[in-house]
């Protein structure tokens, strides 16, 4: 049954009722039948007129419901499919007036979700608009029509946010290069003269397009500034070596230098042109002390000469270091000389210090040799000797270590640059073979004098000796101080044996000076020098070399060089100069 007729039957059974209750009021006041009657008419008459109209108002409602429920399940499936969800859908069964009402509470709903979306994807638009303009990337693609899906408006919002990580990392970058150029502008004193320069140097830093070919090109800018201020500074300190070559060579006195010092730094145009003023200044000093100049750079000349170890013939070959006609034409070949000089010792700098530091060595070695046989050395009572043995002992490990490894970086060298490297006219290691083998030749020759002449000397005494008895003559020689300074020690020697003739000395007495420079090229006059050695047959070894028992310090030393003389073959034991034999 309808809601309308229940409603009106309802309405009858109340009007009857009320009906009834006027009729039996009525009655009681006592009006009369007709009047009754007639009332009851005219109120019938107005219920029925009440209930006509409750009916059609009921209707109208009723059919206002249905209306507004199509209109609002069909504005309800287009929001649910612009909104991309599913359809409404209502739970169980319930009445006309209730399903309207959810259906346009729902409505609403989705009219505020569209609403939303579409304030969101504007400014996320706007946000897109401004970002891109700004980096100067092409606009977001999205449909600007149409209600977006959460899903897109995800990504619209990712994508915004990597544009403003962008943004700041450009712009982070475009600060940073900014202020390089600046620094770069002012040390070049540059004035921004493209509209470009203006931009970065002069517009405000929020205003500028941070593209990548904009940020391509400031890039490009700072290393046009930077290799400009390189290129400066570059010529500002050859100006600078150039001032201090040419003060040198002039001998300009410290204070007259001091008054150039506040341009002998930086790079800006006022100092390079200054320090160019003050070099046209020495040149033409130079021009007028043409003789004093070129005889400074002979003196570098030399220096580097002995530094790089070159032979007399080497320096003897550059002809112009001995002309006095000191002319321009004489001064650019010193210039180029000593220029070519330089580059050679800079590129051999690593060998030639293994050689100097060789050198040294080799000279100490020599001095210990020295002192080794000096008889005096054990007078010492100042710790000099125990301290000079360690040393020594020190010496005799570095030493053919040292020549090992300028071996094995000489014959890197050698095969790297295809060609032998000389030192005084001669390959090093053939120079270090020959040293060692004059040593040896001096010191067989030293020590067969001393042999000669110990000989000599106890024939000479034992001949005039008169001999008591025809049996062995005993023979006390005349007593010494041993070395500490305590008693004399008596030492006795008894021979069956005949005392040895006495021998002539050896015709070459001179000594063998090893103390200059050992790189010179001078040779001792009693050992000639021999080139064709090779690195293994060089001297006996450093122990042979710093045998105590070679010095003439007591007698017993020398009764024990005789009986080494006696039993000495002919053939000595050879010592490797970089590997030391026993």
């Not at 409602?61 to 612009?82: H, M, V, Y």
């Not at 301290?387 to 490894?405: C, H, V």
């Not at 080494?564 to 590997?579: E, H, M, Q, V, Y």
Request: charged share 30%.
């Amino acid at each position: 049954m309808r809601r309308s007729e229940v409603l009106a039957e309802e309405s009858i059974v109340c009007l009857q009722k009320a009906l009834n209750h006027l009729r039996e009021i009525w009655e009681l006041i006592g009006i009369p039948e007709d009047q009754r009657l007639q009332r009851t008419e005219v109120v019938k008459k107005h219920i029925k007129d009440l209930l006509d109209m409750m009916i059609a108002e009921e209707e109208s409602l009723k059919e206002r419901l249905i209306k507004s429920i199509a209109i609002c399940q069909k504005e309800l499936n287009t929001l649910c499919s612009e909104l991309h969800v599913e359809p409404f859908q209502e739970e169980g069964e319930t009445t006309i007036l209730q399903l309207e009402k959810d259906l346009r509470t729902q409505v609403e709903l989705m009219r505020k979700q569209k609403k939303e979306r579409k304030q969101e994807l504007k400014l996320l638009q706007e946000q897109d608009q401004e970002l891109c303009e700004i980096l100067c990337t092409p606009h977001y693609d999205i449909d600007s029509t149409s209600v977006p899906s959460l899903e897109e408006l995800s990504q619209f919002r990712q994508h915004v946010a990597t544009l403003r990580e962008t943004k700041a990392s450009r712009h982070e970058e475009f600060v940073r290069i900014k202020r390089q150029i600046i620094l770069c502008m002012e040390e070049l004193e540059h004035t921004p003269d493209t509209s470009f320069e203006r931009d970065v140097v002069c517009e405000d830093e929020d205003a500028f397009c941070l593209s990548l070919e904009n940020i391509a090109t400031l890039q490009k800018l700072l290393q046009q500034l930077e290799m400009r201020k390189s290129q400066n500074e570059a010529v500002c300190e050859g100006l600078r070596a150039q001032i201090r070559e040419l003060w040198d060579r002039l001998q300009i006195p410290a204070e007259e230098r001091e008054a150039v010092a506040t341009v002998m730094t930086g790079s800006k145009a006022k100092v390079r042109k200054a320090l160019q003023l003050e070099v046209d200044r020495l040149e033409e000093l130079k021009m007028q002390n043409m003789k004093k100049v070129i005889e400074a750079i002979r003196v570098e000349l030399a220096q580097y000469w002995d530094q790089c170890f070159y032979s007399q013939e080497q320096r003897q070959a550059f002809a112009p270091y001995y002309s006095e006609d000191y002319t321009e034409n004489l001064l650019q070949l010193h210039d180029a000389e000593i220029v070519q000089l330089r580059n050679y010792y800079e590129v051999h700098k690593e060998l030639f210090e293994g050689v100097q530091k060789w050198e040294e060595s080799w000279k100490l070695f020599l001095e210990f040799e020295r002192k080794a046989s000096d008889p005096s050395r054990f007078t010492n009572r100042g710790g000099n000797l125990l301290k000079e043995e360690k040393q020594r002992a020190k010496l005799q490990k570095t030493l053919p270590k040292l020549e090992e490894e300028l071996k094995a970086r000489i014959e890197m060298w050698e095969q790297e640059h295809s060609k032998a490297f000389v030192v005084n006219g001669q390959k090093f290691m053939e120079y270090v073979t020959e040293q060692w083998e004059m040593h040896r030749l001096e010191k067989e020759r030293a020590k067969q004098e001393r042999l000669n002449t110990t000989t000599v000397s106890n024939a000479t005494a034992n001949s005039s000796i008169r001999p008591v008895f025809s049996g062995t003559v005993c023979r006390s020689p005349v007593s010494r101080l041993p070395p500490s300074g305590s008693k004399p020690v008596t030492t006795s020697t008894c021979s069956g044996k005949k005392t040895p003739r006495g021998l002539k000395r050896g015709a070459n007495k001179e000594n063998l000076e090893l103390n200059g420079s050992i790189l010179s090229g001078g040779y001792p006059a009693s050992a000639p020098p021999r080139r064709n050695f090779s690195i293994n047959s060089v001297a006996s070894t450093y122990s042979e070399f710093a045998d105590p028992s070679l010095s003439d310090s007591s007698t017993v030393g020398l009764q024990r060089e005789l009986s080494k003389a006696s039993k000495s073959d002919a053939t000595s034991r050879i010592l490797n100069s970089t590997n030391i034999q026993s």
